[in-house]
């Protein structure tokens, strides 16, 4: 195991967010859904700049999922506005923070505007070293339709050919390509599922379910999930 300077473990590369509990945090104090949204952007904050010093290279957000649209027009407007300022103010700060965004999922269905900022943010930071992936109308089922399809139209234009297909390969096609797949997922709000998160990535993950709403989620929660991932023991289907 890999030693920093305090003897303490090294964090893992890759930690990946399930934000969840914006709605019940809300609800436990009489305010709208919106305002935990609100809440749980001001914890991402706190949680990536302390992923930051920890020393943490990948963080990976679900944000928004491909299910979410169920929700009413006004969590979904309210939502998508609080991604504007989050990342308006990540460009603001940008040369600060030195990270760079990434987004994971189908932007074609966010406002024009919303989609450019994307590609805005994406271009400015591509060349830090630091990264975060936001998962924005991401589903990990639909990301893997969007690889299969871009593989068939690679095949169909003579590009490759199906038998060339490897795990590696696919891989590729996915929003993640690139990027090292999570040896930590953590889940805060007391569900313990996937929700359609990072399917194909997520094969050996280490997950940590912690019974705490995501806007009360702290930096010690964090140093709390990656002491219980070092107490794991991982064998990827060895001994
Ligand atoms: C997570 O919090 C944020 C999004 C899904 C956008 P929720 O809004 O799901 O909060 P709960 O689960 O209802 O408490
Ligand atoms: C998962 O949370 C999606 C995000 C946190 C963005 P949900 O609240 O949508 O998941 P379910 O509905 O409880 O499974
Ligand atoms: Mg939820």
Same mark, same amino acid.
């Given at each position: 195991m890999a030693l920093t300077n305090t003897n303490k473990p090294a964090p893992p590369e890759h930690i990946a967010i399930i934000m969840d509990g914006n709605g019940r945090w809300a609800k436990q104090r009489g305010l709208p859904r919106t305002a935990g949204h609100s809440a749980g952007a001001e914890t991402l904050r706190r949680i990536a700049k302390h992923c930051n010093t920890l020393g943490v290279k990948y963080l990976t957000v679900y944000a928004f999922s491909t299910e979410n649209w169920k929700r009413s027009q006004e969590e979904?407007?309210?939502?998508? #506005?609080?991604? =504007?300022?989050?990342?308006e103010e990540s460009l603001r700060d940008m040369e600060k923070n030195q990270?760079?965004?990434?987004?994971f999922g189908d932007l074609t269905r966010l406002s024009p505007e919303l989609q450019q900022l994307c590609r805005e943010?994406?271009?400015?930071?591509?060349?830090? #070293?630091?990264?975060m992936n936001?998962?924005?109308?991401?589903?990990g089922r639909d990301e893997m339709v969007h690889a299969a399809r871009a593989f068939a139209a690679d095949v169909?234009?003579?590009?490759?050919?199906?038998?060339?297909?490897t795990e590696d390969l696919l891989a590729t096609y996915l929003y993640s390509a690139?990027?090292?797949?999570?040896?930590?997922?953590? =889940?805060?709000?007391g569900e313990q599922r996937t929700s359609n998160f990072l399917l194909w990535q997520s094969a050996y993950s280490e997950y940590v379910f912690m019974n705490v709403l995501w806007p009360d989620f702290s930096p010690e929660d964090l140093d709390r999930a990656i002491e219980e991932y070092h107490r794991r023991n991982r064998r990827f289907g060895g001994t």
């Open positions: 979904v407007s309210g939502i998508m #506005k609080l991604l =504007r300022r989050y990342l990270v760079r965004i990434r987004f943010t994406e271009a400015r930071s591509q060349d830090y #070293k630091v990264q936001f998962c924005i109308n991401y589903g169909a234009a003579g590009m490759r050919k199906p038998e060339e297909l690139d990027v090292p797949d999570p040896e930590l997922i953590i =889940r805060p709000s």
